[in-house]
């Protein structure tokens, strides 16, 4: 049954504006209504240069942020519709680690409240969209409630959308017995190479400057979908948005608008495939 709501998982350590306002709007205009939630329910800073129409963004050595992307941004910035924030570890359990003195037991505890825990979140949402930025790098991408509730919804058959390094989760979202990736026999797209920064990985409420990311999410998707899947860089083209159900995924923040688009087709229309 349809609800017409959808999660959004955000990092606390900065979103790219149009990363989220992009598929957002086209959602809404869809009729679908939308919850936030970060790791431990801090509302979500947008990253400064998603809102500077002066940015260059180095590889690409062009303004990537439009007056147009700039205007919906603070718009919704302006919402105050992040105040509501909810707190992922306050839905979703710890794993214990196996040094606890009563490892076995605290195992199966968490087993039975993490399905709960993916019970409720699947009851509650038709699809969950995991946005990008650099924040996260930082308290997404390895997250194990967030890999929980991922791997709820790819066990309900429900959307999983991901753009720019929301995808990274993807890779990382595994069974805990199994450890198998998602990804294995899927077709996606994600952050090329060409696009990563040599330097200036920042993040908000922080001064670290990491240089370029701390991985290439190139080679991670490409190994993650194995020899029988594939990752599509799209390198030279303005956009790159796959569809390879349940997951949707989006290179960067050029897609975001055709992101929105596809998510619509998928929950809308019941688009399976797309982009390949």
Same mark, same amino acid.
């Given at each position: 049954?349809?609800?017409?709501? !959808?999660?959004?998982? *955000?990092?606390?350590?900065?979103?790219?504006?149009?990363?989220?306002?992009?598929?957002?709007?086209?959602?809404? +205009?869809?009729?679908?209504?939308?919850?936030?939630?970060?790791?431990?329910?801090?509302?979500?800073?947008?990253?400064?240069?998603?809102?500077?129409?002066?940015?260059?963004?180095?590889?690409?050595?062009?303004?990537?942020?439009?007056?147009? %992307?700039?205007?919906?941004? %603070?718009?919704?910035?302006?919402?105050?519709?992040?105040?509501?924030?909810?707190?992922?570890?306050?839905?979703?359990?710890?794993?214990? /680690?196996?040094?606890?003195?009563?490892?076995?037991?605290?195992?199966?505890? /968490?087993?039975? +409240?993490?399905?709960?825990?993916?019970?409720? +979140?699947?009851?509650?949402? %038709?699809?969950?969209?995991?946005?990008?930025?650099?924040?996260? !790098? !930082? #308290? *997404?991408? @390895?997250?194990?409630?967030?890999?929980?509730?991922?791997?709820?919804?790819?066990?309900?058959?429900?959307?999983?959308?991901?753009?720019?390094?929301?995808?990274?989760?993807?890779?990382?979202?595994?069974?805990? @017995?199994?450890?198998?990736?998602?990804?294995?026999?899927?077709?996606?797209?994600?952050?090329?190479?060409?696009?990563?920064?040599?330097?200036?990985?920042?993040? *908000?409420?922080?001064?670290?400057? *990491?240089?370029?990311?701390? /991985?290439?999410?190139?080679?991670?998707?490409?190994?993650?979908?194995?020899?029988?899947?594939?990752?599509?860089?799209?390198?030279?083209?303005?956009?790159?948005?796959?569809?390879?159900?349940?997951?949707?995924?989006?290179?960067?923040?050029?897609?975001?608008?055709?992101?929105? %688009?596809?998510?619509? #087709?998928?929950?809308?229309?019941?688009?399976?495939?797309?982009?390949?």
């Amino acid at each position: 049954m349809s609800t017409k709501r !959808i999660l959004a998982v *955000m990092s606390e350590y900065g979103y790219w504006g149009i990363e989220l306002v992009g598929p957002l709007r086209k959602l809404e +205009a869809a009729g679908y209504t939308f919850d936030f939630v970060t790791p431990k329910g801090k509302r979500s800073p947008c990253l400064p240069p998603s809102r500077d129409t002066t940015y260059i963004d180095p590889p690409l050595g062009v303004c990537v942020t439009t007056p147009t %992307d700039k205007a919906l941004v %603070d718009a919704f910035e302006a919402s105050g519709a992040l105040d509501a924030t909810l707190n992922l570890s306050q839905m979703f359990p710890e794993r214990p /680690y196996v040094s606890r003195p009563d490892f076995l037991r605290e195992l199966e505890a /968490y087993y039975e +409240a993490r399905k709960a825990a993916q019970a409720a +979140a699947i009851e509650t949402y %038709d699809a969950i969209l995991l946005v990008g930025g650099s924040g996260p !790098i !930082i #308290d *997404m991408v @390895n997250n194990q409630r967030l890999h929980d509730l991922v791997l709820g919804f790819h066990a309900a058959d429900k959307p999983i959308g991901a753009i720019c390094y929301g995808v990274a989760t993807l890779v990382f979202a595994r069974d805990f @017995n199994e450890r198998k990736s998602l990804l294995l026999g899927k077709h996606v797209t994600g952050h090329c190479i060409e696009y990563d920064y040599h330097d200036g990985t920042g993040f *908000m409420g922080t001064d670290l400057n *990491m240089g370029p990311p701390p /991985y290439c999410l190139e080679y991670l998707l490409a190994d993650a979908v194995g020899a029988h899947g594939q990752y599509h860089g799209n390198f030279g083209k303005g956009t790159s948005v796959i569809v390879d159900y349940p997951f949707i995924t989006a290179r960067s923040l050029q897609c975001s608008h055709e992101f929105g %688009d596809r998510f619509v #087709d998928v929950l809308s229309k019941g688009m399976k495939r797309s982009g390949w």
